[in-house]
C-alpha cells in the first residue's frame, strides 16, 4: 500500500495541488503507512527470533555430548541424459531411443567416447524451468553438484559415508537383458556402467580420504534386481581402480556376494547385497550354481560378525532394501534356506548390531528389524531418495552417532525444495547457482524432537511406533516426514496437462513436448 500510494502522489504532482481532505487523507496514508512498516519490522523480527530458536533447538538437544556425524545418502539416480520434454516410460525422463524393448538391434548406445559430459544439458533444463529435475523423474547433474557442496557444508573430510545404493539411473540400454550360460560383460551395453563410473568418480574427488560404507542396489545391478557374477568382477575392480574401494573391501565384494565392511574405530559398517536374497535375485544357468553366491555371502557375513564380537566392536548392518514387506509384499525368497540363515545370524549377533541402514523406499522410514518369531531384534533407519523419482523432495539423513558406544542418539533429514529451487535457478538465470539444502520445520527436524526420545534403539523405536498408532497427529507427521514434505499423487504438470485438456494423447503431449509416441506411457496420466 505504501509505494502504491507514492505512485499516486508522484502523478498528482504532475497535475493540480492537493485539496485540504486530499491532504488529510495523505497524512493518514503517511501514518498507516508507518504503522505498517513497524508491524512488519516486528513480524520479520519475530519470524527470525523464532527460526534462530528453531535451528538451535536440535543443536541444544545435543549439547555437552560427545556425537560424531554421520552422512547417508541412497538412490541417487543421476542421469546425465535427463530431458524434461521426453520420457522413456514412466518414471524415467530421457531419450526414447535408449529402450532396447521398443528398439531392439537398434537402441542407441553411447560409448566411451559419445557418453554425455556433466553439464552439457544444464542450459535447456534451465531454460525449461527444470535445472535440479522433475517431480517423478531421475535427476540431472546439477543436483548431483548441489548435494556434493551441502555434504561438504556438514563435514569436508568424514571418516565414513554410508551410502545404500542405486548410484545407477533407470531406462538404460540392456538393463532387462536376457542373460544365457554364454553371456559375457562384452554382449552388454557399456552406457550405464560408464555413467555410474563417473558418479564414482564425483564422489572420490569431493572425499578423497573418506571410507565409504557401500552396498549396491538393485538398478546398480547389470542386468537389473539380478546378481550376476561377471558384472560384479567388472562393477568391483572399477570401484578398486577409481579409488573408491580399498584392496580389502574389493577382494571381499568380489569373491562373497557383493558384501564387505570397513571398520572406523570400534564400528564395523558391514554392508551387504540383498539382491542377491530376492526371488530370483542371483543368476543361475545350472541346478549346481542355485545359491552359491547367498551362501558365500551368508558364510562372509558369520565370519565378519563373529571377528567384530571378538574384538569388542559393535556392527552397522548396510543394505539396499529394507527387511520388511514393500507395499505389503515380501520382496525377499522368505522361504530359502538362505535367507532364514541370514535371519539367524542377525538375531544371535544382535546384541552387538545398533542399526539397520537402508534405501530404496524414495521415501524415509524407520522401524524394527524382526527375528522368525517376529519379535524386534534391532532398529531400522531407511533414508530418503536423493532422486525425486518417488514424487518425494530430494533429500538424505545426517545421522549423530555416539563416540562412546556408536549408538544412534539422533538424525536428521535434509531436503531440498525442488519446485522452489527450479523457479529460483530460471529466475535468477546463473549457470553457477546450486540452490539450499535444510531440515524440516519444528517437530520434523530430527528424531529427538520428532520422538521426544534421547537416542534411536528397538526399546525408543517401540514406544514410538505404539504412540503412532493412537496419534492421529504424530501419523500425519511422520506421513509429510517420510517424502520430505509429500508431494501425493500427482504433479504439477500433470495438473496443468488434465486442465487443458481430457484426451490422452493431448495430455501426454502436454507433458512431454518431444516425446516419441513409440514410448507413450499413459502411467504418467494414472
Not at 559419445?114 to 553439464?119: F, L, P, Q, V, Y
Not at 546439477?142 to 557444508?153: D, N, Y
Not at 525425486?388 to 552417532?401: K, L
Not at 546463473?430 to 534403539?457: I, V
Request: net charge negative; proline share 5%; hydrophobic share 30%.
Amino acid at each position: 500500500p505504501a509505494f502504491e500510494y507514492q505512485d499516486i502522489e508522484s502523478a498528482k504532482n504532475d497535475s493540480v495541488p492537493p485539496s485540504r481532505s486530499e491532504q488529510c487523507i495523505q497524512h493518514a496514508c503517511t501514518r498507516n503507512a508507518a504503522v505498517a512498516y513497524i508491524f512488519v519490522f516486528f513480524s520479520l523480527w519475530l519470524y527470525m527470533s523464532k527460526s534462530t530458536n528453531d535451528a538451535n533447538i536440535a543443536q541444544v538437544s545435543h549439547f555437552g555430548e560427545d556425537l560424531r556425524t554421520i552422512m547417508h545418502i541412497s538412490d541417487t539416480h543421476v542421469d546425465p541424459y535427463f530431458d524434461p520434454t521426453e520420457s522413456m516410460m514412466k518414471g524415467v525422463c530421457h531419450r526414447c531411443d535408449f529402450s532396447s524393448k521398443v528398439w531392439g538391434k537398434d537402441t542407441v548406445c553411447p560409448s566411451e567416447d559419445e557418453i554425455r559430459a556433466d553439464h552439457d544439458h544444464d542450459e535447456f533444463n534451465r531454460q525449461h524451468g527444470y535445472t535440479f529435475g522433475r517431480y517423478g523423474c531421475n535427476p540431472p547433474y546439477m543436483l548431483w553438484k548441489s548435494l556434493h557442496r551441502h555434504m561438504l557444508s556438514i563435514d569436508a573430510n568424514p571418516e565414513v559415508i554410508v551410502f545404500t545404493g542405486d548410484i545407477s539411473p533407470h531406462g538404460y540400454p540392456d538393463d532387462k537383458y536376457s542373460l544365457t550360460e554364454d553371456t559375457t560383460t562384452d554382449d552388454l551395453c557399456e552406457t550405464k556402467f560408464l555413467v555410474t563410473r563417473q558418479m564414482i568418480r564425483d564422489l572420490v574427488r569431493a572425499f578423497p580420504s573418506t571410507k565409504w560404507a557401500y552396498t549396491l542396489g538393485n538398478n546398480d545391478h547389470m542386468p537389473k534386481n539380478i546378481y550376476w557374477q561377471p558384472y560384479i568382477e567388472k562393477y568391483g575392480k572399477m570401484l578398486l581402480d577409481e579409488g573408491f574401494f580399498t584392496q580389502e573391501q574389493h577382494s571381499q565384494f568380489v569373491n562373497h556376494g557383493g558384501a564387505n565392511y570397513v571398520d572406523a574405530g570400534k564400528t564395523r559398517y558391514l554392508s551387504l547385497d540383498f539382491t542377491l536374497y530376492m526371488d530370483g535375485g542371483e543368476a543361475e544357468f545350472e541346478k549346481s550354481d542355485k545359491g552359491v553366491m547367498r551362501q558365500r555371502s551368508s558364510d562372509f557375513t558369520e565370519k565378519a560378525l563373529e571377528s567384530a564380537k571378538e574384538n569388542g566392536m559393535v556392527v552397522y548392518i548396510i543394505g539396499h532394501q529394507p527387511l520388511t514387506t514393500k507395499k505389503g509384499k515380501d520382496e525377499y525368497d522368505t522361504e530359502s534356506e538362505q535367507f532364514i540363515s541370514l535371519k539367524q545370524l542377525l538375531t544371535k549377533y544382535s546384541p552387538i548390531i545398533k542399526v539397520g541402514l537402508f534405501g530404496h523406499r524414495n521415501v524415509a522410514g524407520f522401524g524394527e528389524v524382526l527375528n522368525k518369531d517376529f519379535l524386534p531384534i534391532f532398529p531400522s533407519l531407511t533414508a530418503p531418495g536423493v532422486s525425486p523419482r518417488g514424487r518425494n523432495q530430494p533429500s538424505f539423513n545426517v545421522i549423530y552417532q555416539s563416540k562412546v558406544d556408536s549408538t544412534v542418539m539422533d538424525f536428521e533429514q535434509w531436503k531440498f525444495d525442488l519446485q522452489t529451487e527450479n523457479n529460483n535457478a530460471a529466475r535468477l538465470n546463473d549457470p553457477d547457482y546450486l540452490g539450499t539444502w535444510s531440515r524440516h520445520d519444528n517437530d520434523l527436524k530430527s528424531w529427538r524432537m520428532l520422538s521426544g526420545e534421547k537416542n534411536f534403539t528397538v526399546q525408543t523405536v517401540t514406544k514410538y511406533l505404539e504412540l503412532l498408532s493412537t496419534s492421529q497427529s504424530e501419523f500425519f507427521d511422520i506421513e509429510e516426514w517420510k517424502r520430505a514434505g509429500y508431494i501425493g499423487d500427482d504433479t504439477p504438470e500433470s495438473y496443468t496437462c488434465k486442465h487443458l485438456f481430457d484426451v490422452e494423447d493431448m495430455m501426454m503431449t502436454c507433458l512431454f513436448p518431444n516425446q516419441d509416441v513409440k514410448c507413450w506411457d499413459n502411467g504418467w496420466l494414472t
